[in-house]
């Protein structure tokens, strides 16, 4: 049974006054018993998909016009595919028979480029920009993982840490910016974002410990995730001079954002409870989808304005949604506050009325 929609939540749905659109399946035809998942997707349809069999074996793949192409596996039983750009070229991994990991690019007329390491057994491919420029993270000789950039001279460039041991790379923009996180001195873990002129900067948090950062348009924001005082999870867009606590126009939820496009807009997930609801962020508005409504999991959003990720029902199943789809306006500050505060009070008052009726005592025990 799906759980109650937390009041404040059921505001924000309910100020739209409009359902939620569907996903729109993208039709990978998988074999019986795999999942599918789309990680990203570019202006020609083309998607970067993994598929997930029974037995959690997962292959990277090419989806175009209704085709699969297989990225290959060399061997193992683990690929993956994490981004594609305008060009065709997809950035994943692929597991090797002895267990260790190579990041790679792939383009259908080509076929696989292997991408080496830092000095360590593995590498992981997370992200490259319309150049093929690629991003991920990758072993060092003592063990860590560090943050790694690759424009194809065939030499990784290490992108260090922020006084600690590990750092990884999430996202690139066409000026070859980093966003990532990596740990500090205290070994605590920040997002970065690291320029070719200033190195790695510590982007901070919301006033809690830790913050990751996910995505980075051309115009160099930011967007990603931060612990609160609190202890709470709220999705950030960071333009550069602050971090903006984005989660805040959704609630006292834990909220993660994953992509951000060059228009701005932002897309991520809300967990509450066991539900899992998606948003977009765009011009100002803040738009949700309930679980089962809108995207199970929000993997991107290209400059389409599709974002792109997988629905749930039984299984995974790779999906986009437009993402004006549905609007739900918040309105933000006091009014919503208020009308929060309404809702609550009905709500508890709903419960009062409920249990007297069951001749249900309120009151406490000795």
Not at 81 to 100: F, L
Not at 208 to 235: C, F, K
Not at 276 to 285: H, I, L, P, Q, T
């Amino acid at each position: 049974m799906r759980p109650a929609l937390p009041a404040c939540l059921a505001v924000l749905i309910l100020l739209g006054g409009e359902a939620s659109a569907r996903p729109h399946s993208l039709g990978i035809a998988a074999l019986p018993g795999e999942s599918t998942i789309a990680y990203d997707m570019n202006a020609a349809g083309q998607v970067a998909a993994v598929l997930e069999d029974g037995d959690g074996n997962t292959r990277g793949v090419l989806f175009e016009k209704g085709k699969i192409t297989d990225l290959g596996a060399r061997g193992g039983k683990h690929s993956d595919a994490r981004g594609i750009n305008e060009r065709g070229q997809i950035i994943g991994s692929v597991r090797n028979k002895d267990g260790t990991w190579n990041a790679f690019l792939f383009h259908r007329d080509s076929g696989m480029r292997v991408i080496g390491t830092l000095g360590g057994p593995s590498s992981y491919g997370m992200a490259l920009n319309q150049d093929g420029v690629a991003v991920g993270f990758a072993d060092i000789p003592g063990g860590d993982w560090h943050a790694f950039i690759d424009d194809g001279a065939g030499q990784l460039r290490d992108l260090g840490t922020l006084g600690g041991n590990i750092s990884y790379a999430s996202a690139v923009n066409k000026h070859r910016h980093v966003a990532g996180t990596a740990a500090n001195e205290q070994g605590l873990r920040h997002a970065f974002l690291y320029t070719p002129e200033n190195g790695m900067v510590d982007l901070g948090t919301l006033g809690g410990r830790q913050s990751s950062a996910m995505g980075i348009n051309d115009a160099g924001v930011v967007v990603g995730a931060s612990e609160t005082a609190d202890r709470r999870w709220r999705a950030f867009v960071h333009d550069g001079k602050r971090m903006v606590d984005l989660g805040a126009l959704i609630g006292n939820y834990n909220s993660f954002a994953t992509d951000i496009n060059n228009a701005g807009h932002v897309v991520g997930t809300v967990v509450v409870g066991t539900e899992r609801m998606s948003f977009v962020w765009r011009d100002n508005k803040m738009t949700l989808h309930r679980g089962g409504q809108g995207l199970h999991l929000t993997n991107a959003i290209n400059d389409r304005e599709l974002v792109i990720g997988a629905t749930y029902d039984r299984s995974m199943t790779a999906a986009t949604m437009a993402s004006n789809a549905a609007p739900v306006v918040t309105r933000g500050g006091s009014e919503l506050l208020t009308l929060i505060g309404a809702v609550l009070a009905m709500a508890g008052l709903g419960v009062l009325y409920r249990l007297r009726r069951r001749g249900i005592e309120i009151g406490s025990r000795d």
